[in-house]
């Protein structure tokens, strides 16, 4: 919205600020991060009035969770206002991508906002139906998909790029389409496992979010694209700015999140966060690269399936407990050394991410 004060900017002055990115991306950043500590307060008390019991706990999790009981979820209600507001107010309006990452991120929102009020109304920690979800999921995965496919350079339409090589671009043809749902449902689901310890999954988010930002950035101008031999994806830069709001509102959630929390993100933020980085990883042509920088929540995916698929065909465990984080619950670990550990390891896969921009 504020982009248009640059038309004010003929022969240069203050206005002329509006034009850049990277100054918009800072603006989006702050407002983020204020909205969260202006309203971070107010809406905890809010929800703890509301929900009264708050996130029930899992009779089958660690023990050391039930002394959680009575927190209050749907933080992400936090997160995703600080992050629309700022992204509306901050980046141009006239873009496709930042539509259609808002537009995923909102539909993943509402699936998780009704996953967790059905939890806290019902008191159990079931939810929707995890077929419905999955189901609405794809929905709003196909739209994004199809919508991402037509607005990209024709040369890219229904391909997929492999990193630390130039120039390849394998052809998927209709393929494409599903392989795209999958990427962003799948990211999405991902950061939900995640989602499990106080302030776990919000940093590595916030790290893979900036990587990817920066990627956006990079692939959205033809002069550093042509430079780094990376394929050209015109508009994709005005994604910085959505990426900045996420960043920003995600440490004004932090803030109250951190151990011991005083709120949890709940499926609105987790859903909605993975479900965003997914789409901007179509969106910019780097759907291999999401894997590398999201790598903990592969892992953390990949866990529950290779114990769910273990005990259905032997009746044994792999893990103590899926996912992960709690096996290492399970062996002794504290909280706290469980989640910064899982970021450091976040930060070192966001930097491998970098490298393939280079490494070709």
């Known amino acids: 919205m504020l982009y248009w004060l640059s038309q004010f900017s003929e022969g240069g002055g203050l206005f002329n600020l509006f034009r850049y990115i990277t100054f918009r991306s800072g603006g ?42 009575g927190t209050p979820t749907m933080g992400g209600v936090l997160i995703l206002g600080a992050l629309v507001l700022s992204t509306l107010l901050w980046a141009r309006l006239d873009n496709v991508y930042v539509w259609l990452t808002l537009f995923v991120t909102l539909g993943f929102g509402l699936i998780g906002f009704a996953d967790d009020w059905k939890k806290v ?155 965003a980085l997914g789409v901007i990883a179509v969106a910019i042509k780097h759907e291999i690269v999401l894997a590398i920088v999201g790598g903990l929540f592969v892992v953390e995916a990949l866990s529950v399936i290779i114990q769910v698929l273990y005990f259905k065909r032997t009746g044994k465990r792999v893990f103590l407990m899926a996912p992960i984080h709690h096996h290492f619950e399970k062996k002794g670990w504290a909280e706290p050394q469980i989640v910064i550990r899982f970021w450091i390891i976040s930060l070192i896969l966001a930097l491998i991410g970098l490298a393939t921009l280079k490494l070709r």
Request: proline letters at 5%; glycine letters at 12%; aromatic letters at 12%.
């Open 121 to 275: 109304t019902k008191q159990n920690t079931k939810g929707v139906s995890s077929r419905v979800r999955f189901l609405l999921g794809l929905l709003i995965a196909a739209i994004a998909a199809y919508v991402a496919t037509h607005a990209q350079p024709a040369e890219l339409t229904n391909t997929l790029a492999v990193p630390f090589f130039k120039n390849v671009l394998i052809h998927m043809g209709i393929f494409f389409i599903p392989f795209a749902m999958i990427v962003i449902v799948g990211a999405a689901n991902a950061v939900n496992l995640t989602d499990g310890l106080d302030g776990l999954a919000i940093m590595p988010v916030m790290i893979a979010a900036a990587t990817l930002g920066v990627i956006a950035y990079v692939v959205g101008r033809i002069d550093y694209s042509e430079y780094l031999d990376l394929h050209f994806v015109p508009g994709t830069g005005e994604l910085l700015i959505f990426v900045s709001a996420l960043i920003g509102g995600g440490l004004g959630f932090l803030w109250y999140n951190a151990p011991p929390a005083a709120v949890f993100m709940g499926d609105t933020g987790s859903l909605a966060l993975g479900g």
């Open 28 to 69: 989006a950043f702050f407002t983020a991060l204020i909205f969260g500590f202006v309203f971070g307060r107010p809406l905890i008390d809010f929800l703890r009035a509301r929900q009264k019991k708050g996130q029930p706990i899992r009779s089958d999790g660690p023990q050391t969770h039930f002394v959680k009981a």
